[in-house]
């Protein structure tokens, strides 16, 4: 992928900080230190030609088609009736030389949550980052940009998950001051200003900030940009939250 010139300042567009309430933490990036300079790239890209499109046929739902479709696949997933094979011979040679996914993914890395299992999709169906936590980093945000202006896709789902080790882990920084070797702790700082948000909120903490983090992302990445705001504003794009439930299966479409 080759990149577009950073553009003017004039059209840089800030991000504001996530939550007021969040303290210093508050200045934890969910978009990592480097998302100025992405976004500055961004704003430039409507009049550049952006990295050579494998999408020359994108998929004909809207984004409430596509919600539906993955809430149709969900319900499948419950009841057991997921189809047998959804990664035939056939649908590999079919979209072998392009690809036309109707969702972009943000989803935790944990192993029990596979996105295409959950809502019964297989191959080029989701375009998909996934990062312990479900946050979005610099490199995840050009990822979804890509996929909304290049591929053409009408839907961004952020799902969190119960009992998510990663926003445990946030909390246990928050209540006993933890520190992680290596990047685990780089891992956990976008999380931080929602364990500290929900920390005094009725209810079980670890999931409301579970739920806080997902909205959190949600809402910063409606404001990253052109390439996300502008088809949010022509309808073309929706950016939902969602949680997976570990015991029961289900997906909560908590957030729009
Ligand atoms: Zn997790």
New binding site residues.
Partial sequence: MTHPPVSSPSRRRALSAMCACTGTAAAAPLFGSGAMKMLAAGATMAGVALPAASAEIKTTLTPDQALDALKQGNRLFLADRLPAEPNRRDRRLAIAKSQAPFAVLVS?S?SRVPPEALFGRGLGDLFIIRV??NSISQEGLGSIEYAVAELGVPLVVVMG?ER????GAALSVVKDHTIFPGAIGDMVQPILPAAISTRDKEGDWLDNAVRQHVVNVVEKLKISGRLIEDPIESGKLKIVGARYDLDDGSVDFFHA
Avoid: K, L, R, S
């Fill in positions: 935790c944990d312990a936590g998950h998510c080790g990663a926003v």
